[in-house]
């Protein structure tokens, strides 16, 4: 018998469809597992779960959350963000926030446009490392782009590999 930190037995359970597991370390409040061993102290109600490959389920997590319809929450924003090891202020850079508005985000007291949406989505699946996901994300690229309309763009600026700007204008 294992006991919790408050000396009490623990009663082990195995997590179903009909009462699966709670995965609070995820980060996210929304992520239940079923088929996991798991730990309750009847006492203070401490829970402890046998997570196999907790790496694995993990990246799992994070594909499924970009790859799925819809506007991410803020708490998906952090998941993401924290699985790339970022500060949020460095997250903010990369995708030109700053790290106030970035903040808002993250807690949803700011709404997510989808154009943002977009780039926090892209720049997880560039920088994860999980080179399945990146195949899942070209793939349906040309979809994203398309989607984004009703924006005149005067120019671009480009900086090339030996650091010189390259301004493309659009066709008449």
């Not at 409040?29 to 009847?42: D, E, F, H, I, T």
Request: aromatic share 6%; proline share 5%.
């Amino acid at each position: 018998m294992i006991n919790c930190h408050c000396n009490k037995p623990l009663r082990q359970y195995t997590a179903t469809r009909n009462k699966p597991y709670r995965f609070v370390d995820s980060g996210l409040p929304n992520v239940y597992l079923v088929g996991v061993k798991y730990w309750v102290c009847q006492e203070c109600g401490a829970q402890a779960a046998e997570i196999p490959a907790p790496e694995v389920l993990m990246n799992m997590i994070a594909e499924a959350i970009v790859m799925r319809p819809g506007i991410l929450c803020g708490a998906e924003i952090r998941f993401l963000r924290k699985r790339m090891g970022k500060k949020a202020a460095d997250f903010a850079e990369l995708i030109n926030n700053t790290p106030e508005h970035f903040s808002k985000l993250e807690t949803g007291s700011l709404p997510l446009k989808e154009a943002t949406d977009k780039l926090i989505r892209l720049t997880y699946g560039m920088l994860s490392g999980n080179k399945d996901l990146l195949m899942r994300l070209s793939a349906g690229i040309e979809q994203w782009l398309k989607s984004i309309h009703g924006k005149k763009i005067q120019s671009i600026k480009l900086k090339s590999r030996n650091n010189d700007w390259v301004e493309l204008k659009p066709a008449v």
